[in-house]
């Protein structure tokens, strides 16, 4: 169990950010627009300030959006201190950053970033994650109605409940986290600190809890410390805590040991609960990172990491497909689809339907041992607009697989409409009609994940997760080699 103190742990905090930061801003490193005194200095840190805009932008994109309207964003924001960036300065920072997220989600290439915990297929989080950070900072020096104000002004943040919650972290919620070693060290009756310590490491099953716990972490334990110890503290006190009830179960009543067994769960109860508000005021993604991982999350985790290296082989610009046809596919990170519009009924009815919004996925698959997954976009009971597209799935293909679990963490599917033109000269010209971001409930998620997980342990019929971070799932390697990498499906805008 590590001996780290308030102070490290804070410390290896702002380092974790720090890494984060400039990371992200690695990839805009020679773009003027975020240049020496080009961000505003009185609105928070300007390197914060900086990779927030970083993944806003990256947001932004993920969700379809043209450069022009992200363009129109950053032109109308109030970080930039006066000149503001030009429009040819504007547009070469989205498109350095369209560059970085294209390659790697701005997540794990850049040597800093490798293993820090972001999640390539959610720019959101890593933009929620910042956001958070940034408000818990603006809060040490300004009141709490204004920091929410200006996350409301100048982060788009307008959920009630989002701005509460950002508005009351506390800036360093590790601060007086206290060194159970220590207590137990200080215990009047050195019994107690003998149990505590039992219990906490190989006795107690302590140690092989850190074991699982540090095996199965879909980041870097080299990174981010002071999760590390946090995580260590938790799972060890949550075997402890098992080990203990135990042995007062077994203890009779009035038993002279039963007393040292009774304080020293003590101790370990009253540090789960220092756990549990450390993490209370700190990040959702720092939970996430810190949670027990599930056999099948594990197994999950290395199966993304495998197929996002294998996303990589390939250049990501949009080719018009052979056949205007309906066609799922990725684009960077992401899934991504392309519904194909046959004649101009289509097309107006498409035009209505990105104004108005509303389009569901469902699933079709007739049971865990099926070959194919049909799902079918439209809108409920097809609608006003009468649109529904199909996207096929093959479940022997360890791609198709690999997308649905894709598309299982992601929770959402960005979708193009597309038009077909081929002039009077047989030239083919394929445009872009909108996109629309289609969302999906955690339940629907759930069952696409338990289905891609059947297919592929199916596939792979020894594979249970790689061991380290990094390591990925080397079973996954051939059978990705084997099969078409995804389409391109994101048209140029």
């Known amino acids: 169990m590590s001996h780290s103190t308030s102070g490290e742990l804070t410390a290896q905090r702002e380092e974790w950010f720090r890494e984060i930061q400039e990371g992200l801003l690695w990839h805009v490193r020679d773009v003027p627009a975020l240049g020496k005194d080009r961000l505003?200095?009185?609105?928070?840190?300007?390197?914060?300030?900086?990779?927030?805009?970083?993944?806003?932008?990256?947001?932004?994109?993920?969700?379809?959006?043209?450069?022009?309207?992200?363009?129109?964003?950053?032109?109308?924001?109030?970080?930039?201190?006066a000149p503001?960036?030009?429009?040819?300065?504007?547009?070469?920072?989205?498109?350095?950053?369209?560059?970085?997220?294209?390659?790697?989600?701005?997540?794990?290439?850049?040597?800093?970033?490798?293993?820090?915990?972001?999640?390539?297929?959610?720019?959101?989080?890593?933009?929620?994650?910042?956001?958070?950070?940034?408000?818990?900072?603006?809060?040490?020096?300004?009141?709490?109605?204004?920091?929410?104000?200006?996350?409301?002004?100048?982060?788009?943040?307008?959920?009630?409940r989002v701005l509460a919650a950002h508005s009351s972290l506390p800036a360093f919620p590790l601060e007086g986290y206290p060194d159970l070693w220590e207590k137990l060290k200080a215990e009047p009756d050195f019994r107690v600190g003998n149990a505590g310590a039992m219990t906490l490491t190989q006795r107690g099953g302590g140690d092989q809890a850190w074991e699982r716990w540090m095996a199965t972490r879909p980041w870097s334990t080299l990174k981010a410390r002071h999760l590390v110890t946090l995580g260590g503290d938790l799972?060890?006190?949550?075997?402890?805590?098992?080990?203990?009830?135990?042995?007062?179960?077994?203890?009779?009543?009035?038993?002279?040991?039963?007393?040292?067994?009774?304080?020293?769960?003590?101790?370990?109860?009253?540090?789960?609960?220092?756990?549990?508000?450390?993490?209370?005021?700190?990040?959702?993604?720092?939970?996430?990172?810190?949670?027990?991982?599930?056999?099948?999350?594990?197994?999950?985790?290395?199966?993304?990491?495998?197929?996002?290296?294998?996303?990589?082989?390939?250049?990501?610009?949009?080719?018009?497909?052979?056949?205007?046809?309906?066609?799922?596919?990725?684009?960077?990170p992401l899934?991504?689809?392309?519904?194909?519009?046959?004649?101009?009924?289509?097309?107006?009815?498409?035009e209505e339907l990105l104004v108005r919004g509303g389009m569901q996925i469902s699933i079709n698959a007739k049971n865990h041992d099926a070959d194919e997954l049909v799902i079918t976009c439209q809108e409920p009971g097809l609608g006003p607009s009468g649109l529904a597209a199909r996207f096929c799935f093959d479940l022997r293909d360890a791609v198709h697989a690999c997308e649905l679990l894709l598309l299982a963490r992601r929770q959402s599917v960005a979708v193009d409409f597309l038009t077909e033109h081929i002039d009077e000269w047989d030239d083919r010209e394929v445009n872009l009609v909108g996109t629309l971001d289609i969302s999906m409930g955690g339940d629907m998620g759930a069952t696409l994940a338990d289905i891609a997980t059947h297919a592929l342990r199916r596939l792979m019929s020894n594979a249970s997760g790689s061991a380290f971070y990094g390591d990925g799932n080397p079973e996954l390697e051939p059978l990705l080699a084997l099969s078409r990498l995804p389409e391109i499906c994101r048209h140029p805008r």
């Open 235 to 332: 799972v060890r006190c949550q075997a402890a805590r098992r080990a203990l009830g135990r042995l007062l179960d077994q203890a009779p009543p009035g038993d002279e040991f039963r007393g040292v067994l009774e304080r020293a769960a003590e101790i370990i109860q009253e540090h789960l609960e220092r756990i549990a508000l450390a993490v209370e005021g700190m990040s959702a993604i720092e939970y996430e990172l810190l949670r027990e991982r599930s056999k099948d999350e594990h197994f999950q985790d290395g199966c993304l990491a495998t197929f996002q290296k294998h996303l990589l082989k390939q250049y990501q610009i949009f080719s018009p497909f052979l056949e205007h046809a309906t066609t799922h596919g990725t684009w960077g």
């Open 84 to 160: 503001g960036p030009d429009i040819e300065e504007l547009t070469k920072l989205i498109a350095k950053v369209q560059f970085g997220f294209e390659h790697d989600g701005l997540a794990n290439t850049v040597v800093v970033l490798d293993g820090l915990g972001l999640l390539p297929w959610s720019p959101e989080s890593t933009y929620m994650l910042l956001t958070e950070h940034w408000a818990a900072q603006r809060g040490r020096t300004v009141p709490r109605a204004r920091v929410e104000r200006e996350l409301c002004e100048l982060w788009d943040t307008a959920d009630l």
């Open 40 to 81: 505003r200095d009185d609105l928070g840190e300007p390197r914060l300030i900086g990779s927030m805009l970083v993944a806003r932008i990256a947001v932004q994109l993920a969700r379809g959006e043209s450069t022009a309207t992200i363009r129109d964003m950053l032109a109308a924001s109030p970080l930039f201190a």
């Open 335 to 350: 899934p991504w689809w392309s519904i194909a519009l046959h004649d101009e009924r289509e097309r107006q009815a498409a």
